[in-house]
Nanobody, 118 residues
Framework: VELVESGGGLVQAGGALRLSCAAS????????MGWYRQAPGKQRELVAE????????RYANSVKGRFTISRDNSKNTMYLQMNSLKPEDPAIYYC????????????WGQGTQVTVSS
């Protein structure tokens, strides 16, 4: 199983980034997926997750209304559209194959860095 994140980088506060997670070696369309993040000195936390068919999503309160998780099962790819980025959003963002609502991650990607300048 390989999950490869891309799209991270440096953006000004208030700006936007779109992260992608390309999956291989996994039955992508049968797996719920999620985005987590970990800032220095902090625990890894759930950002958003999405069911296998994309029909249900859930978000951390801190990103509701700003971030949107989506997926394209025909491309084995998940996305995280991040708008209105704030100084508290910088972290390494990880994608994972998850068990929806259970807080269980079966596979992790390597992460992509998001930095927000004020």
């Amino acid at each position: 199983v390989e999950l490869v994140e891309s799209g991270g980088g440096l953006v000004q506060a208030g700006g936007a980034l779109r992260l992608s997670c390309a999956a291989s070696g996994i039955s992508f369309s049968f797996n719920a997926m999620g985005w987590y993040r970990q800032a220095p000195g902090k625990q890894r936390e759930l950002v958003a997750e999405i069911t296998s068919d994309g029909g249900s999503t859930r978000y951390a309160n801190s990103v509701k209304g700003r971030f949107t998780i989506s997926r394209d099962n025909s491309k084995n790819t998940m996305y995280l559209q991040m708008n209105s980025l704030k100084p508290e959003d910088p972290a390494i963002y990880y994608c994972g194959a998850v068990q929806y609502r259970l807080g269980i991650v079966n596979y992790w990607g390597q992460g992509t860095q998001v930095t927000v300048s004020s």
